[in-house]
């Protein structure tokens, strides 16, 4: 079965610096992968997504995202986080079915002043 | 277009009690999801639905039934609650259809449920 592990519980960074968070997937073939963010109190929203075609793909809020087959990974990244992007991310795959997502049990980011 | 949304946004039950919960969606969507959130554990899915009429079982059914008799609807029922159930609830869609967009699913704001 498919599974997805955010190795990342928690990560802080200062404002204004890059931001790296980790998701690694187990699948057969080739997946289609999902990154949301929740902000406290909130649902999930879409950050971006990938599903075939050029690996490095963009989202909203300046976020991008890079699918490596080779290493079963799909990190996200921003080059300068703003305090508003305070909350918990999740990376989540299609199963193999396809007609369900596995998410990855989070990773809460921080942001210090 | 209010989205995907949720009724009610909190509820206290005590154990043994039943309640529903509502998701509505405007987006005319084909599928529609119920999961729980749980500190550490990600979302998990209760149950799920890919079209009027139909509901099968996710990761974690047991406790819970499901109905969506109107496609825009999705409802979550609980029985006889137990504390094991205090959780956020989540509801979600998506489009339906071919490829990644099936999966590509949208969320409401979620009920806290705590069950005493």
């Known amino acids: 079965a498919q599974s997805v592990t955010q190795p990342d519980i928690h990560i802080t960074v200062s404002e204004g610096a890059s931001l790296e968070l980790r998701c690694n997937y187990s699948y057969g073939a080739t997946p289609y992968l999902f990154w949301y963010v929740q902000s406290p109190g909130q649902g999930l929203q879409l950050l971006l997504k990938y599903f075939s075609g050029d690996t490095l793909v963009q989202g909203i809020k300046g976020f991008e995202a890079e699918f490596k087959r080779s290493q079963s990974s799909f990190n996200l990244r921003k080059p300068s986080v703003h305090w508003s992007d305070a909350a918990e991310y999740f990376c989540?795959?299609?199963?193999?079915?396809?007609?369900?997502?596995?998410f990855g049990g989070g990773t809460r980011l921080m942001v210090k002043p | 277009n209010a989205g995907v949304t949720q009724t009610p946004k909190f509820r206290v039950l005590k154990t043994g009690q039943s309640m529903t919960l509502l998701c509505a969606q405007d987006?005319?969507?084909?599928?529609m999801y119920w999961y729980r959130q749980d500190p550490g554990m990600g979302l998990r899915l209760i149950h799920y639905s890919v079209g009027e009429g139909t509901t099968a079982k996710g990761e974690v059914p047991d406790g819970y039934n499901v109905s969506r008799l109107k496609k825009q609807n999705f409802l979550l029922g609980l029985e006889s609650a137990a504390p094991s159930q205090t959780s956020v609830y989540f509801c979600?869609?998506?489009?339906?259809?071919?490829?990644?967009?099936?999966?590509?699913?949208?969320f409401g704001p979620g009920t806290r449920l705590t069950v005493l």
């Open positions: 979600a869609s998506s489009y339906g259809g071919a490829g990644g967009r099936r999966n590509e699913q949208f």
């Open positions: 987006m005319n969507h084909e599928y």
């Open positions: 989540a795959v299609v199963n193999n079915a396809g007609n369900m997502l596995t």
